[in-house]
């Protein structure tokens, strides 16, 4: 850590982008167990950073696309936390009005075009978008995240020829975080193989960093926009970092022994919050008193939201047939 | 058809000037497909349109059906309006995840905030050897699917009509065209006209029995029309044109005036559409019927592609005059069918030499 000078504002943005994420995916922990939420969630918790530091370097006009793992991915975009969380209750007040929940996010206002959850599935579209900003001649940027296991996926490689083919204004970005569900990467992927290295023989560029440093994210993913954007083409990024809580749920479950209890301790001392925390605190960046404001503001706003979608209503109880077709 | 249009178009023309119209009035139209830009442009389809648009607008692509789906549906998103083609609906198969689960979805999901306005082309191989994969007629499998809107239209007429319409549809079309249509001509007017989706079309007035017919079934219940009419069974034949949505509305008042009826499918006869038809009419007006309806539809087989075999798949005009016949008690030796007719060849029509 270290390598980069940064803006302290940015610095600061950056950790308050990271904290707010931790802060809603803890909110969603603590109520789960009663009931309330009833759809799946796949919680970031541990992997704060990319999101943060990557939607840190978009504009407002510039698209992204994520998956099922997207709290992150959303709310760094600047996807609305009360209409995000009023969909976990499904809400008629959220996002989808209850029909997507939290594997089905969008905010359009905020170039968030989408996430949906079969591995890899949103990867064509977000070069779909990228494509149409070519064929109109502007200068957005379409940022794609996905996980290791989304290379995997047959339509990952189509996607990424099809990118480097036609130089397009893509971001893809890696979250590699060791574990597809309870499968570990040495029965899904060769052993002597990084995956940064399996992106880079398409011919685009490729990169891996720490997923866990949030300046390192926001500046690998800096160089990937501008390069976009001058035309120069796609860039790969591999984030390694950890999923701390399993899968799908609010539990830890390193108990059930697919993952050792000692390799979650390690990725949990190098928390991607906790570190940049420390860091600013270190060099004098903030103080403890603005740090616990900032805290404070947060969890009023997260608190807000819960209490905004709790007392949403419900959808009304028909099937809203009108939204098959666009008119 | 209006009779005072005094050009006639190939319905490969047809669909070619409906892509040139559209192409020319929207820049957000664009066209992508395996081969487009061909010497022999999709059957003559696509046939010069990158000279006039350039590569930007009229392009080839990798082998990557299922991601270029993915890649039009983005585009889509955000306001492009792409025409993508299949050289057969076969290969459309390596891109379903992206249709059903993809395009089909967005606007339903994210309740009506996102659009994915396009066309996927697709086109049903039959004859000179086209064997298993490149002769299924798959429009049961889309027009099963919540979200897509399925077209297979049987003239030229409507088929450039019905792609313009299409084109400017805010949804996700599939655009089915089966390939003994193409040299098949009709008078097709000038400049731009629409045929609405969702509305099947009375092809022929009668009132003993209603064909229902898709795509080039259509055709060939217009051929056991004429012959049956020669021994006095006046047939009507609605063709479907838009099947999913379908006009259950047309498809039942025609039974309920003809009181019998036979259906006429492309695709496979089980699990085919003609079960949706028999389905709507068994629902909705079965207590009218004076006979037991049936349907006609591909041997439930993959195609095999000697026409020593082929020949045997493909239930024609002289099948139809059969079952109609039969459902009506009209003795088959009163009867006059064609050669042409009880023996038809493997291709689309007699110049035909292959290749493909």
Known sequence: MGRWSMNPELEKQLFYQMLRIRTVEEAIVTVYPEQEIRCPVHLCIGQEAIAAGACATLGKDDYVVGGHRSHGHFLAKGGSLRAMTAELYGRETGCCRGTGGSMYLVDLASGFLGATPIVASTIPIGVGSAFASLLRGEHRVSMIFFGEAAIEEGVFHESVNFAVLHKLPVVFVCENNLYSVYSPMSVRQPDAREVFEVAAGHGLESRQADGNDVVAVYHEVQDAVARARSGDGPTFLEFKTYRWLEHCGPNFDNDLGYRSQGEFQEWKKRCPVERHRRSLLERGVVGETELASLLKEIQQEVDEAFAFARSSPFPEARIPFEHIYAQ | ?356
């Open chain 2, 1 to 356: 058809m209006t009779p005072d249009i005094d050009r006639n178009l190939k319905y490969s023309e047809a669909i070619a000037e409906a892509i040139d119209i559209c192409m020319a009035s929207d820049p957000s139209v664009y066209l992508i497909g395996l081969g487009v830009p061909d010497p022999k442009g999709i059957f003559g389809t696509t046939r010069g349109l990158q000279e006039k648009y350039g590569p930007l607008r009229v392009m080839d692509m990798p082998a990557s059906e299922n991601g270029v789906t993915g890649i039009v549906t983005g585009s889509a998103l955000v306001g492009m309006r792409p025409i993508m083609t299949h050289q057969r609906i076969d290969f459309s198969l390596l891109a379903l995840e992206q249709m059903v689960n993809q395009a089909a979805k967005w606007h339903y999901m994210f309740l009506g905030q996102s659009r994915v306005p396009f066309v996927i082309r697709m086109v049903v191989g039959r004859g000179w050897g086209q064997g298993p994969q490149h002769s299924q007629s798959l429009q049961a499998l889309y027009a099963h699917i919540p979200g897509l809107k399925v077209v297979m239209p049987a003239t030229p007429f409507d088929a450039k009509g019905l792609l313009i319409s299409s084109v400017e549809d805010n949804n996700p079309v599939v655009f089915i065209e089966q390939r003994w249509l193409y040299d098949v001509e009709d008078a097709v007017p000038e400049g731009v006209y629409r045929v609405p989706l969702g509305e099947a079309r009375l092809a022929r007035e009668g009132s003993d029995i209603s064909i229902i017919a898709t795509s080039y079934m259509v055709l060939e219940a217009l051929r056991a029309a004429e012959i049956l009419s020669e021994s006095g069974v006046s047939v009507e034949v609605v063709d479907v044109r838009t099947l999913r949505p379908l006009d259950r509305e047309t498809i039942v008042n025609s039974v309920r005036r003809t009181r019998r009826v036979m259906v006429a499918d492309t695709g496979w006869k089980t699990g085919g559409f003609s079960a949706e038809i028999l389905a709507t009419i068994a629902e909705e007006a079965s207590d009218i019927l004076k006979v037991r309806p049936r349907r006609l539809g591909m041997l439930d087989c993959p195609v095999p592609t000697t026409p020593a075999l082929s020949k045997l798949c493909y239930p024609g005009a002289a099948d139809l005059v059969m079952g109609v016949s039969e459902m009506l008690g009209v003795d088959p030796a009163t009867l006059s069918v064609p050669e042409e007719v009880l023996n038809p060849p493997d291709v689309p029509h007699v110049n035909f030499v292959g290749p493909f």
